[in-house]
């Protein structure tokens, strides 16, 4: 019975994440006609081929050739792939609602916090190293997102694995639903920042990309999803701010990677404004998500891996 027990509750946080994916699919296939979008079916056809072949190699590895290093690999990228892409459609929905902009509100936040835009952007570019170390760190989240599925499947550390995923599903969902509410265009654009105060980035307007789509959006310029040219929409909540402190939690057992990452994320969370176009409270407000996140997934158990499974891991 305890063994029963303690399989469903590794696979509690992740059946919870896949109903949740499933949810904002629905919502997106009743929205998208419902809206008068479009979307293009060859990136989609190609998208579905790779889920296949994940669940196919998800359900060889775990009924007919048990390994469950290989099953786990295969479902976290199943998963990452198929929420990931429902996730961005929705948002892409959201934003096309044209709800007024909160940029104002939040930059006068920033001002009480004595947090200066400007300032922070005429620091980097006095500091070109120190720009691009900044840009460096911050384009590492994918990778992250890489190397903390991989290095917990090799340790054995599934349950913990699946608990990032869950992690990574419920914050980037709850950014999505805040950034719905109170939509912003971010500081750049707020600003309207000049080319002599752009950071020496390997692209300086790589920050700000994402405001030609929200535009287009919100003036209903845009009717076909770009799903191979999908963009970080958001600025309020910073997501990639949550992902540094979910990653790092996650990789808190593994310590030979975990000091190191440490390190990146900070230098990515120091880089956020001028990297991912975003206000302070941008940033304390992906901090909150995440802590919070944490903190409820540990409060209810799921965070650890089952005593018999963490004691035959392999050895860090």
């Not at 696979?11 to 994440?17: I, L, N, Q, T, V």
């Not at 309020?236 to 997501?239: N, V």
């Not at 963490?310 to 891991?313: I, L």
């Given at each position: 019975m305890s063994g029963n027990r303690n399989a469903a509750d590794m696979?509690?946080?992740?059946?919870?994440?896949w109903v949740l994916a499933i949810a904002i699919a629905v919502a997106d296939?009743?929205?998208?006609?419902?809206a008068g979008f479009r979307v293009p079916a060859m990136p989609l056809l190609r998208i579905a081929a790779f889920l296949a072949v994940m669940g196919i190699l998800w359900w060889v590895y775990l009924r007919l050739r048990p390994?469950?290093?290989?099953?786990?690999?295969?479902e976290a990228a199943a998963f990452l792939i198929?929420?990931?892409l429902v996730l961005e459609i929705?948002?892409?929905?959201c934003t096309a609602l044209d709800r007024p902009l909160w940029d104002a509100p939040l930059a006068a936040a920033d001002r009480a916090l004595g947090f200066d835009f400007r300032?922070?952007?005429?620091?980097?570019?006095?500091?070109?190293?120190?720009?691009?170390?900044?840009?460096?760190?911050?384009?590492?989240?994918?990778?992250?997102?890489?190397?903390?599925?991989?290095?917990?499947?090799?340790t054995g550390r599934l349950a913990r694995l699946r608990a990032f995923l869950a992690l990574f599903a419920f914050t980037a969902a709850a950014v999505i639903g805040i950034a719905a509410v109170f939509p912003t265009l971010g500081p750049y654009s707020y600003f309207n920042i000049p080319d002599s105060l752009l950071p020496a980035f390997t692209d300086p307007r790589a920050g700000w990309d994402q405001v030609p789509h929200i535009l287009a959006l919100r003036g209903g310029a845009m009717r076909t999803l770009p799903l191979t040219d999908l963009r970080g929409l958001v600025s309020?909540?910073?997501?990639h701010t949550a992902l540094a402190f979910i990653t790092v939690w996650a990789l808190l057992p593994v310590r030979r990677i975990v000091v190191p990452l440490f390190a990146v994320n900070a230098a990515l969370i120091l880089g956020a404004p001028s990297n991912g176009d975003h206000y302070l409270c941008d940033l304390l407000a992906g901090a909150l998500i995440a802590v919070v996140a944490i903190a409820v997934l540990t409060r209810r158990g799921l965070a650890g891996e089952p005593r018999a499974l963490?004691?035959?891991?392999p050895a860090e």
């Open positions: 696979r509690s946080p992740m059946r919870w994440a296939c009743l929205w998208i006609p419902a390994d469950a290093i290989i099953a786990a690999l295969a198929f929420f990931t929705f948002c892409y929905l300032t922070h952007l005429s620091y980097l570019v006095q500091r070109p190293r120190v720009a691009r170390l900044l840009e460096l760190c911050y384009n590492t989240s994918m990778l992250q997102i890489a190397v903390t599925v991989v290095a917990l499947a090799i309020f909540p910073s997501f963490a004691q035959g891991a």
